[in-house]
C-alpha cells in the first residue's frame, strides 16, 4: 500500500463522523434561492451574486492557477469550492493572498473575501478569529529530503536546516517535536520552500503529506521519509460571527456533493494512484 492509499484510507475512515443531514430542494431556482432557503442579500457577500474566494496559490494538488477552470484555478479545495458555489447559485471569483492573513483572520476583516479555501486546518486558536465549515479533509504532516541522504526520521534532524510553512499546523509541530538541535526556518509558502530545498539551503521539508507528495512524483530525487498522524481537519473558513446565512449554505452543499458522489470523484480525481 502507497503512503498515498494510507492517506486516502484515513480520509474515508472518517467520512462517516464528516456526512451531514442535507435539506432537501424545495424546488426553487438555485439561482435565486439557494437550498436552505435564504435570500443571498443574507450572506452578506463582498460583490453580489459572487462568491470571493481568499487562497494562497499555488499550492498543489489543492489550489493551483489552470486557466480552462471556470475561475482559473483548480485543485481539490478550488473544485470543491466551485461545486458549492454553483449549488447555491453563486458566481466564484479566486484572490490570492498570503497564508497567514488568512488564517489569522485579516482578510475577512478587511472585507477582503467571503471564504478562505486552502487546505487550512481547523484548530481551536485559529476559531478565536475564524468560522469553520464541517471539516472536508483528513490530513497526515510528513517529512520530505533527499532520497540519497542520511535523513530517515525527524530525529535525524539534529543539526540540520528544516524548512516549514510559517503560520502552518506544519511549523508547530516541527517546533514541538524536532530535535533541539535542528534549525527551523520559516518561509512564506510551498514554493519558497521546495526551492529552498532544491538549492540546498536547506535539508527537509515538514509539511501537508499531500503536497510533499507531489514533489516526490515530480522529482525522484526526494522522498518522503516519515510521517505523522497529527488527527488534522481542514476546513473552509469565514470570518467570525460575520455570515452565518453563507456558513450553513456552505454546510448543506459539503452534505449534498457526499451525498451525491460529487466529492467521491473530486477526492479521487486528486488523490487516487494507480
Known amino acids: 500500500m502507497t503512503l498515498l492509499h494510507i492517506s486516502r484510507s484515513i480520509a474515508v475512515a472518517a467520512a462517516g463522523v464528516l456526512l451531514l443531514s442535507a435539506c432537501g430542494d424545495d424546488g426553487d431556482d438555485a439561482d435565486t434561492t439557494p437550498q436552505n432557503g435564504a435570500d443571498t442579500a443574507d450572506y452578506n457577500l463582498v460583490e453580489d451574486g459572487v462568491l470571493t474566494v481568499c487562497s494562497e496559490v499555488p499550492y498543489p494538488p489543492f489550489e493551483f492557477e489552470d486557466s480552462d477552470a471556470p475561475s482559473g484555478y483548480s485543485g481539490f479545495d478550488m473544485d470543491l469550492m466551485q461545486a458549492i458555489a454553483d ?7 479566486v484572490q490570492a493572498v498570503g497564508f ?25 486558536e485559529r476559531k478565536e478569529n475564524l468560522d469553520f465549515s464541517d471539516p472536508y479533509y483528513d490530513s497526515l504532516q510528513s517529512l520530505l529530503a533527499a532520497a540519497d541522504g ?11 536546516a528544516v524548512g516549514v510553512q510559517q503560520a502552518t499546523t506544519g511549523q508547530s509541530y516541527a517546533e514541538g517535536n ?25 535539508d527537509a ?4 503529506f499531500p503536497v510533499n507528495y507531489e514533489h ?6 526526494y522522498v518522503i521519509v516519515e510521517t505523522y498522524e497529527t488527527d488534522e481537519q481542514y476546513g473552509f473558513a469565514l470570518g467570525k460571527d460575520e455570515r452565518p446565512a453563507l456558513l450553513a449554505a456552505i454546510n448543506e452543499q459539503l452534505a449534498e456533493l457526499r451525498d451525491d458522489g460529487t466529492y467521491d ?10
Open 87 to 93: 449549488g447555491i447559485g453563486l458566481e466564484m471569483r
Open 100 to 124: 497567514d492573513p488568512l488564517q489569522s483572520g485579516t482578510v475577512f476583516a478587511a472585507n477582503q473575501c467571503d471564504v478562505g479555501a486552502s487546505a487550512m486546518t481547523i484548530t481551536d
Open 150 to 160: 542520511d535523513i530517515n526520521s525527524i530525529d535525524d534532524l539534529d543539526g540540520r
Open 178 to 202: 524536532a530535535p533541539e538541535g535542528a534549525s527551523i526556518q520559516s518561509f512564506p509558502g510551498d514554493p519558497e520552500l521546495w526551492a529552498a530545498l532544491q538549492a540546498g539551503n536547506i
Open 205 to 208: 521539508i515538514l509539511q501537508d
Open 216 to 221: 516526490q512524483e515530480a522529482d525522484d530525487g
Open 265 to 274: 470523484e473530486v477526492y479521487a480525481e486528486y488523490f487516487s494512484v494507480d
